[in-house]
């Protein structure tokens, strides 16, 4: 998004060599970094010493890594700790918000709703949302595939500017709607590709159009209850908690001063380094402006077992869960891999998913349907003061690692 996952439209999958130069700082004590255990599988201590680099790079306070491979081995780790000033270890069955991860689960109730036969991906979005700028011209299917050319109200500075002095204000649709809707488009519907969160609030809407039931209880209903999500939800607008357990959310900068460019001015990237320039609490932002885009909460393993059927199968029958993997297109082709983006799902390389950044949290999720692999990642931090994304970098260093890939120079973050 930017804000709530920044997928290539700037992907931060990095080179690990490219940060394992920088300088560490006191974020996330080292006491708490856990070794490896006898039966852990060979590719963890070399991944773990990698892993920790790159926090510590990046001023991470805490992460949980959960990898399931059944070629090499599961192994899962936490990392860090639930404040900056220590606040105890960050544990497995920490509650994370997983920012636009969530678009996943939007875009799987849209297909359900669309092989019930109570929506058409080819429907024009103007036959559910009249008034959508040229939305007779506007598929379903474009909404989900980022192909629409509507504004991303997330972009606006006006938005953001009132994200920073007032976080706990409880955000309405129709609100950042009408943000997005006050803009030109960036281009004719299916003409570009461009990564807005206005299309995914569009789809929660017309969900909640079609059935007569809130976006979050069609989640609990089709999703998080028949896989058994116990610790995932998506929250009403006016609850900023998260479930504990849980750690702390920080960021460097403001949704202002990082709207242009994540990465902070160079003095601060250095003060960062040396550990003099902390990240600042964000846990408490209200994430009513996410909604259908970003607003979910989840856990490690919970999104192992999200991911799993997400990709797998499981959520969709299998000429819908084939529509959607065929509807993958390249946005970026980074080396060693290339990333696509479909109907509310990303490709990088051989596995599928998303990623998520919302102020406070950055997440990964990914599932190889060929080899099973699953790799989830969640850390605490929504970008490094070089404003990269944590948990993107480190499941690079993982997937290189599981797949035995060359490192790779990182694309700019971007939105």
């Known amino acids: 998004m930017r804000r709530f996952g920044v997928i290539g439209i700037g992907l931060s999958l990095v080179a690990t060599a490219a940060v394992t130069g920088a300088c560490g700082n006191t974020i996330g ?3 708490s970094w856990q070794t490896p255990g006898p039966t852990a599988p060979a590719y963890a201590a070399a991944l773990e010493t990698r892993l920790q680099t790159i926090m510590k790079g990046m001023g ?5 890594v959960m990898i399931t491979s059944p070629e090499q081995g599961d192994w899962t780790q936490t990392f860090g700790t639930r404040t900056v000033e220590g606040g105890g270890p960050v544990t497995v069955g920490d509650h994370f918000r997983i920012g ?10 849209l297909l359900q709703l669309a092989q019930e036969g109570k929506i058409g991906l080819d429907d024009p979005v103007s036959k559910y949302r009249p008034d959508v700028p040229d939305g007779d011209h506007i598929t379903i299917a474009q909404l989900l595939s980022m192909r629409s050319g509507l504004y991303n109200y997330s972009e606006d500075e006006q938005f953001n500017a009132q994200l920073d002095s007032d976080p706990t204000r409880v955000w309405k649709p129709d609100e950042l709607l009408a ?3 006050a803009k030109p488009p960036y281009f004719a519907p299916g003409a570009g590709f461009h990564y807005s969160n206005t299309n995914l609030i569009l789809a929660g809407l017309i969900i909640e159009q079609l059935t007569g039931h809130s976006l979050r209880d069609e989640f609990q209903q089709r999703i998080f209850g028949p896989l058994g999500l116990a610790g995932t939800l998506l929250p009403t607008d006016t609850d900023s908690a998260i479930p504990a357990p849980h750690p702390q959310g920080y960021m460097f900068g403001t949704n202002v001063s990082t709207l242009d460019d994540p990465a902070l001015p160079a003095p601060e990237q250095s003060a960062a380094a040396a550990g003099t320039l902390l990240p600042k609490d964000v846990t408490v932002s209200n994430p009513s402006w996410a909604w259908a885009a970003g607003g979910a909460i989840s856990t490690a393993a919970d999104l192992t077992r999200y991911a799993t059927a997400l990709v797998g199968g499981g959520l969709l029958d299998p000429k819908m869960q084939q529509t959607r993997l065929d509807s993958i297109q390249p946005i970026q082709t980074p080396a060693p891999f290339e990333v696509g983006y479909g109907l509310a799902l990303v490709r990088f390389g051989p596995l599928y998913g998303h990623d998520g950044q919302i102020p406070g949290f950055n997440s990964f999720m990914a599932h190889d349907p060929v080899r099973k ?3 989830i990642v969640l850390t605490s931090l929504f970008a490094g003061p070089d404003g990269k994304q944590p948990a993107n970098e480190m499941a690079m260093a993982i997937i290189q690692a599981l797949y035995g890939l060359p490192a790779a120079a990182s694309p700019s973050p971007g939105r």
Do not use: E, L, R, Y
């Not at 991470?60 to 949980?64: N, S």
């Not at 636009?100 to 109730?109: E, L």
């Open 29 to 31: 004590p080292p006491a």
């Open 60 to 64: 991470v306070p805490a992460a949980v």
């Open 100 to 109: 636009s991860n969530t678009k996943t689960m939007t875009g799987t109730v």
């Open 179 to 181: 943000i997005a809707f």
């Open 373 to 375: 692999d699953t790799v």
